[in-house]
């Protein structure tokens, strides 16, 4: 039987002069892993179970909802940028209006190393997560001990787009009620996970009422997105990131697709590249422990001489 895990109970704290929602598994004694979720996403998109085998392995976890997701401050005020407008203005290289950039969630993730007294913290990113972390790796390298960007991208205009197909998918408006919202998240998933992850569409449904239950923040997506658009391309600046990296990517992403991932990896001096079969825009169940052991070995090696 797995070791149980000490978990907190989830915390509002202020940082970077917003409120963000944290939670933590493990010894806060063991190196910081810090969880950063995608678009539009919930802290709870990292599963328990993946934090629970990350802290198994010895790191301190800390997972919380970026501004504009579950618990933390929301922009409602901002207003909703207009998607397609913003996607074709990025498309043309032209600039794109945006109530904060990359940078502001970055600095959102610095703020609250600051309230739980972490100098320096291992990032892990996932889709928009992955974009914050590699801004965080580039403007404040002494922040990061090592970078783990999953199904993310440099932000390349040039790189393959998602298709309309997707996209449409995404950016349909989810229904507010519980059943309604619960059956959108469902189809949307799906679609995002491609065929070959059967074992996660049955927990979708869980994970959709928990979400449901935190609650929503529909606009908050658009506005996220709205600040990777306006945000441009890294690609350049990532040739300075010294951090140890690892990237990590499915073969059958449909959003940010397998270039998207091999980019990364090539613009980031000493990257390892991993591609993980059958994975599409989400975290498979039965690649957990995959990516625990690929995380891990990368903080242990870097943990190493430090200690």
Not at 152 to 166: E, I
Not at 206 to 227: E, K
């Amino acid at each position: 039987m797995p070791m149980a895990v000490a978990r907190s109970k989830e915390t509002v704290a202020k940082a970077n002069g917003i409120y963000l929602c944290y939670q933590t598994f493990g010894q806060r004694s063991d190196p910081p892993v810090v969880l950063i979720m995608g678009m539009g996403a919930q802290m709870v998109g990292w599963d328990d179970e993946f934090c629970e085998q990350l802290a198994r392995r010895g790191h301190f976890v800390v997972r919380f909802d970026n501004r504009d997701s579950g618990k933390s401050t929301r922009f409602d005020r901002a207003g909703v940028p207009d998607v397609m407008l913003a996607l074709t203005r990025a498309w043309l290289g032209r600039p794109v209006d945006a109530p904060y950039l990359l940078s502001d969630m970055a600095r959102d993730v610095t703020g609250l190393l600051d309230v739980l007294g972490i100098d320096k913290a291992h990032l892990v990113g996932a889709s928009m997560g992955g974009t914050i972390a590699q801004t965080l790796a580039i403007e404040q390298p002494h922040r990061v001990m090592t970078l783990t960007s999953m199904m993310s991208t440099t932000g390349d205009p040039a790189l393959p787009s998602p298709g309309y197909a997707v996209l449409s998918t995404i950016f349909r408006p989810a229904p507010r009620d519980l059943a309604g919202y619960t059956e959108h998240y469902v189809a949307t998933w799906k679609q995002l996970r491609g065929i070959n992850s059967p074992e996660d569409f049955e927990r979708d449904r869980a994970r959709a009422a928990r979400n449901h239950a935190r609650g929503l923040c529909p606009d908050g997506g658009a506005r996220q997105l709205a600040a990777i658009l306006a945000s441009g391309s890294r690609r350049h600046l990532l040739k300075a990131v010294t951090a140890p990296t690892l990237v990590i990517h499915g073969d059958i992403d449909p959003l940010v697709p397998l270039a998207a991932g091999i980019d990364t990896a090539g613009s980031i001096p000493g990257a390892e590249l991993v591609v993980l079969e059958g994975m599409g825009h989400a975290l498979p169940t039965r690649y957990f422990a995959r990516i625990v052991d690929g995380i891990s070995q990368l903080v242990s090696c870097a943990e190493r001489p430090a200690r």
